[in-house]
């Protein structure tokens, strides 16, 4: 919400400046969050009058002007504007003047022609980044005026932040019912502030003529309230006066015509949004209802679109006119040559049109205020203020105002125990401070026993409960009157379990090895998510935007996202993780009376590398990150981590692996799918995890373990295997034969250490049949340790846990020594 101070001000003026002003907003519930002048700083500069104008003897685009100031003796003033002419009004720095750059005015001569002065543009003023010409001021500008004065530049901007419950103060009026409710007695200096808050006065105005427009209100559900009149003979040509243009621009609003301007006007001072008819164009009389399928209507926007039976509507015997509470339709708008208009405030219930506006991809000023609740009993108020409005400036003859009430808003009073508000509170607030406090915000209230009973006015729809009228207290009271006590329990610290770590270490550890944090939306696009993931998504109901439709079941679209951002502005290398969570549809989660299958919401770790495996430095040389790279840091989380084969729908089918833990899968590791590299524009293939936080947050306690004291022996066993046998689960199957028996007790490491396969050519292996194809097998060579603690390892019984290991591997993978 923005709005001027002065504009603010007509309506209460306390004694504080403007930054206390401001100040005293925000400890009411009321962020401001900015506080600027409306121009800078200036002086010297007057409103001039053109007599006459004359070429320059010197110079082909300058002239000379002389101006009247105001003074007993007009100016002569050498200027280069293109836009100057005799008559014009334009502002005037005086000799001695000081403009907004610092630019300080002094006698000059131009071309051998004298200047005491400088007219002026609305840029050099800083007014405007307009920079064509001269700034033109109104032809009855009073000459010799300070423009500051004249253009009242001495008045500062604010802008509050409003939560969504606070659609009362979503106008001027509504702003400065909050500062006349300020705690007096505390103010600056401690002064007696006893204003209260005094709108304009709104008197009716008489009916002339007998004209009606028949209303029809089909859909009580939509609207509960409409009031409208007729004016005819308008003058939809008459300037909108400057008072109103300038309260306009300094609101953020644009001014257009009178007509136009008068209605946004009312929403802004009033918070009624309003809407004008051009009555000429209107066919037959105007339905409330819902919309139709197949119905469509041009808005003022230009937007074409089309309603259905969710989306409220107002129409003629020729169809739909307007979109109810959100935009009137182009057809029936008032132009210049509007003639006779119909004026309408209507009361639309909030849930009638909250979401609809995000349907149609655009929001409104008046829908923002109805769907958050505009006040149904000043309709007819309205009505009168913004007919006085038009009659006085467009002129015209204004009939009788039509008000259908069907339903309102039923307001039942909300009960508030002082005890409680104490409690809650935590400071000892009277019960004459509450009443007081009420009494200021205009609240209607009983009191009796310790318990206020406060009936909600009809501009608030935020007052439901005990704790809203508590929160109340506390902003007006002010909370800078809670005091801030310590606490007083005494503070354990609890010992963290030793096997058990936390997301932070696990962020600290990705962090050293060269990964950056990153943090993305919930919210993601369907196709995004479709790309990266299997199953349906769940969609939002009320997206904030369509690439924000549905909630993320994987993070790395999110990463991959953001890597394709950056690299589209020449980034060469990047990691980056992501730790939060993911939202899944899960049978086994039920939710709601119905029992129907819920949400599960796992927090999952996703990473990429992109990029070269390192920084390019002279000491190694440079080459892009692959699996293993990766597979490496994932290691330093996960050292008790398998990894075996598998696939996945983002990850390259070849070039991908499943991660598990005691044979749980928790996560895959792979390059993206070449689809994806594609869709993204990725010059080369990132690799890309995704795993579950939770396994990573168990860690095994260190034990003991003695240091032996005998050498360890070495043995190397290469053998043939199939191509298809995963060196993985040959170490596995060792390890657990030696687990199982005595006799590879001591084996303390069973590595690979190299890995060979025949070329397609070779055909034959010495020792082996002349049908054994060597393409279809890999030879792998394995370094065994043993080691006892206890007594020396002899070569008989290196030799026979080699021999044990051999069986093992021939009995479970038909493996066959190499020769």
Same mark, same amino acid.
């Given at each position: 919400?923005?709005?001027?101070?002065?504009? &603010?001000?007509?309506?209460?003026?306390?004694?504080?400046?403007?930054?206390?002003?401001?100040?005293?907003?925000?400890?009411?519930?009321?962020?401001?969050?900015?506080?600027?002048?409306?121009?800078?700083?200036?002086?010297? @500069?007057?409103?001039?009058?053109?007599?006459?104008?004359?070429?320059?003897?010197?110079? !082909?685009?300058?002239?000379?002007?002389?101006?009247?100031?105001?003074?007993?003796?007009?100016?002569?003033?050498?200027? $280069?504007?293109?836009?100057?002419?005799?008559?014009?009004?334009?502002?005037?720095?005086?000799?001695?003047?000081?403009?907004?750059?610092?630019?300080?005015?002094?006698?000059?001569?131009?071309?051998?022609? =004298?200047?005491?002065?400088? &007219?002026?543009?609305?840029?050099?003023?800083?007014?405007?980044? %307009?920079?064509?010409?001269?700034?033109?001021?109104?032809?009855?500008?009073?000459?010799?005026?300070? &423009?500051?004065?004249?253009?009242?530049? %001495?008045?500062?901007?604010?802008?509050?932040?409003?939560?969504?419950?606070?659609?009362?103060?979503?106008?001027?009026?509504?702003?400065?019912?909050?500062?006349?409710?300020? #705690?007096? $007695?505390?103010?600056?200096?401690?002064?007696?502030?006893?204003?209260?808050?005094?709108?304009?006065?709104?008197?009716?105005?008489?009916?002339?003529?007998?004209?009606?427009?028949?209303?029809?209100?089909?859909?009580? !559900?939509?609207?509960?309230?409409?009031?409208?009149?007729?004016?005819?003979?308008?003058?939809?040509?008459?300037?909108?006066?400057?008072?109103?243009? /300038?309260?306009?621009?300094?609101?953020?609003?644009?001014?257009?015509?009178?007509?136009?301007?008068?209605?946004?006007?009312?929403?802004?001072?009033?918070?009624?949004?309003?809407?004008?008819?051009?009555?000429?164009?209107?066919?037959?009389?105007?339905?409330?209802?819902?919309?139709?399928?197949?119905?469509?209507?041009?808005? &003022?926007?230009?937007?074409?679109?089309?309603?259905?039976?969710? @989306?409220?509507?107002?129409? %003629?015997?020729?169809?739909?006119?307007?979109?109810?509470?959100?935009?009137? $339709?182009?057809?029936?708008?008032?132009?210049?040559?509007?003639?006779?208009?119909?004026?309408?405030?209507?009361?639309?219930?909030?849930?009638?049109?909250?979401?609809?506006?995000?349907?149609?991809?655009?929001?409104? !000023?008046?829908?923002?205020?109805?769907?958050?609740?505009?006040?149904?009993?000043?309709?007819?108020?309205?009505?009168?203020?913004?007919?006085?409005?038009?009659?006085?400036?467009?002129?015209?003859?204004?009939?009788?105002?039509?008000?259908?009430?069907?339903?309102?808003?039923?307001?039942?009073?909300?009960?508030?125990?002082?005890?409680?508000?104490?409690?809650?509170?935590?400071?000892?607030?009277?019960?004459?401070?509450?009443?007081?406090?009420?009494?200021?915000?205009?609240?209607?209230?009983?009191?009796?026993?310790?318990?206020?009973?406060?009936?909600?006015?009809?501009?608030?729809?935020?007052?439901?409960?005990?704790? #809203?009228?508590?929160?109340?207290?506390?902003?007006?009271?002010?909370? *800078? /009157?809670?005091?801030?006590?310590?606490?007083?329990?005494?503070?354990?610290?609890?010992?963290?379990?030793?096997?058990?770590?936390?997301?932070?270490?696990?962020? /600290?550890?990705?962090?050293?090895?060269?990964?950056?944090?990153?943090?993305?939306?919930?919210?993601?696009?369907?196709?995004?998510?479709?790309?990266?993931?299997?199953?349906?998504?769940?969609?939002?109901?009320?997206?904030?935007?369509?690439?924000?439709? @549905?909630?993320?079941?994987?993070?790395?679209?999110?990463?991959?996202?953001?890597?394709?951002?950056?690299?589209?502005?020449?980034?060469?290398?990047?990691?980056?993780?992501?730790?939060?969570?993911?939202?899944?549809?899960?049978?086994?989660?039920? !939710?709601?009376?119905?029992?129907?299958?819920?949400?599960?919401?796992?927090?999952?770790?996703?990473?990429?590398?992109?990029?070269?495996? *390192?920084?390019?430095?002279?000491?190694?040389?440079?080459?892009?990150?692959?699996?293993?790279?990766?597979?490496?840091?994932?290691?330093?989380?996960?050292?008790?981590?398998?990894?075996?084969? $598998?696939?996945?729908?983002?990850?390259?089918?070849?070039?991908?692996?499943?991660?598990?833990?005691?044979?749980?899968?928790?996560?895959?590791?792979?390059?993206?799918?070449?689809?994806?590299?594609?869709?993204?524009?990725?010059?080369?293939?990132?690799?890309?995890?995704?795993?579950?936080?939770?396994?990573?947050? @168990?860690?095994?306690?260190?034990?003991?373990?003695?240091?032996?004291?005998?050498?360890?022996?070495?043995?190397?066993?290469?053998?043939?295997?199939?191509?298809?046998?995963?060196?993985?689960?040959?170490?596995?199957?060792?390890?657990?034969?030696? /687990?199982?028996?005595?006799?590879?007790?001591?084996?303390?490491?069973?590595?690979?250490?190299?890995?060979?396969?025949?070329?397609?050519?070779?055909?034959?292996?010495?020792?082996?049949? =002349?049908?054994?194809?060597?393409?279809?097998?890999?030879?792998?060579?394995?370094?065994?340790?043993?080691? *006892?603690?206890?007594?020396?390892?002899?070569?008989?019984?290196? *030799?026979?846990?080699?021999?044990?290991?051999?069986?093992?591997?021939?009995?479970?993978?038909?493996?066959?020594?190499?020769?």
């Amino acid at each position: 919400m923005q709005f001027s101070e002065q504009w &603010l001000r007509s309506y209460v003026d306390p004694p504080i400046s403007s930054g206390e002003l401001a100040e005293r907003l925000t400890m009411a519930g009321l962020e401001v969050e900015s506080n600027e002048p409306v121009a800078a700083p200036f002086s010297g @500069v007057v409103v001039a009058h053109v007599n006459r104008v004359e070429r320059h003897q010197n110079a !082909d685009k300058l002239t000379v002007c002389e101006v009247d100031v105001g003074a007993k003796q007009t100016l002569s003033i050498v200027c $280069g504007a293109p836009n100057v002419t005799p008559g014009m009004r334009t502002p005037c720095a005086l000799i001695g003047a000081l403009l907004p750059d610092g630019t300080a005015i002094k006698p000059v001569s131009v071309r051998g022609t =004298a200047s005491h002065g400088m &007219l002026c543009s609305a840029r050099e003023l800083g007014l405007s980044e %307009d920079h064509a010409g001269l700034m033109v001021l109104e032809s009855d500008a009073p000459v010799g005026t300070d &423009l500051r004065e004249y253009l009242a530049l %001495d008045d500062r901007m604010f802008t509050v932040k409003l939560t969504p419950d606070r659609a009362d103060c979503l106008s001027v009026a509504g702003i400065a019912r909050e500062v006349a409710a300020l #705690d007096v $007695g505390r103010l600056p200096g401690g002064s007696q502030w006893r204003e209260s808050l005094a709108p304009n006065e709104i008197e009716p105005v008489a009916a002339t003529i007998t004209g009606r427009l028949s209303v029809k209100v089909e859909a009580p !559900d939509l609207c509960g309230r409409f009031a409208g009149r007729v004016i005819r003979g308008v003058d939809a040509k008459a300037p909108t006066p400057r008072w109103i243009r /300038r309260r306009l621009e300094r609101s953020g609003q644009r001014p257009i015509s009178a007509l136009i301007d008068i209605s946004n006007y009312v929403m802004l001072e009033l918070g009624r949004p309003t809407h004008v008819f051009d009555f000429d164009r209107v066919a037959g009389d105007l339905t409330v209802r819902w919309g139709r399928e197949g119905e469509r209507v041009k808005l &003022l926007n230009g937007q074409t679109v089309d309603v259905d039976a969710n @989306v409220g509507v107002i129409a %003629d015997e020729h169809g739909v006119e307007a979109l109810a509470g959100i935009m009137g $339709g182009d057809r029936t708008a008032v132009s210049l040559a509007t003639t006779n208009i119909y004026v309408e405030a209507a009361f639309w219930w909030p849930d009638a049109i909250r979401g609809r506006t995000r349907r149609y991809n655009f929001s409104t !000023d008046a829908a923002h205020r109805f769907e958050r609740g505009v006040d149904f009993a000043s309709n007819v108020a309205h009505i009168e203020y913004i007919t006085r409005l038009i009659i006085d400036i467009c002129g015209g003859k204004a009939g009788p105002v039509d008000d259908q009430v069907l339903t309102l808003p039923e307001r039942r009073p909300v009960s508030m125990r002082v005890e409680r508000c104490r409690r809650v509170l935590g400071m000892p607030v009277t019960v004459d401070e509450i009443a007081a406090a009420f009494n200021r915000i205009g609240f209607t209230f009983e009191q009796g026993d310790g318990i206020f009973s406060v009936k909600p006015p009809t501009f608030r729809f935020d007052l439901e409960i005990e704790e #809203d009228l508590i929160g109340e207290v506390a902003r007006l009271v002010g909370y *800078d /009157r809670i005091p801030a006590d310590p606490p007083r329990a005494r503070a354990a610290m609890c010992a963290q379990p030793e096997e058990r770590s936390s997301a932070h270490d696990v962020r /600290r550890t990705l962090t050293s090895a060269g990964y950056t944090d990153l943090i993305n939306y919930s919210f993601v696009d369907a196709d995004t998510e479709l790309s990266f993931s299997d199953g349906t998504p769940i969609a939002v109901l009320n997206p904030i935007a369509n690439p924000m439709s @549905v909630m993320r079941s994987t993070l790395l679209g999110g990463l991959v996202g953001a890597l394709a951002y950056n690299v589209n502005r020449r980034a060469t290398r990047a990691r980056v993780f992501e730790i939060g969570r993911v939202f899944r549809r899960d049978a086994s989660v039920l !939710d709601g009376p119905l029992q129907v299958a819920g949400v599960d919401q796992p927090i999952r770790v996703a990473g990429l590398a992109y990029g070269t495996n *390192d920084d390019e430095q002279w000491g190694t040389t440079s080459r892009d990150v692959d699996f293993f790279d990766v597979k490496g840091d994932l290691q330093r989380l996960l050292p008790d981590a398998r990894f075996r084969a $598998g696939a996945h729908r983002a990850l390259h089918p070849g070039r991908s692996a499943v991660i598990e833990i005691n044979q749980q899968p928790i996560g895959c590791l792979g390059q993206l799918h070449p689809r994806l590299q594609q869709k993204y524009g990725l010059p080369r293939a990132p690799i890309v995890f995704e795993l579950d936080l939770a396994p990573l947050l @168990v860690q095994q306690v260190p034990q003991h373990v003695e240091i032996a004291r005998l050498q360890p022996v070495q043995r190397d066993l290469s053998v043939w295997v199939e191509d298809s046998v995963p060196v993985q689960a040959i170490v596995d199957a060792v390890y657990a034969e030696s /687990r199982a028996y005595s006799r590879l007790s001591a084996l303390r490491g069973f590595s690979l250490f190299d890995v060979y396969r025949a070329s397609p050519n070779s055909t034959k292996v010495a020792g082996a049949s =002349a049908n054994v194809l060597l393409i279809k097998e890999k030879s792998l060579a394995f370094r065994i340790v043993l080691q *006892d603690t206890e007594i020396p390892v002899s070569d008989a019984d290196a *030799d026979a846990a080699v021999e044990a290991i051999f069986q093992v591997l021939k009995q479970q993978f038909g493996a066959r020594l190499r020769q």
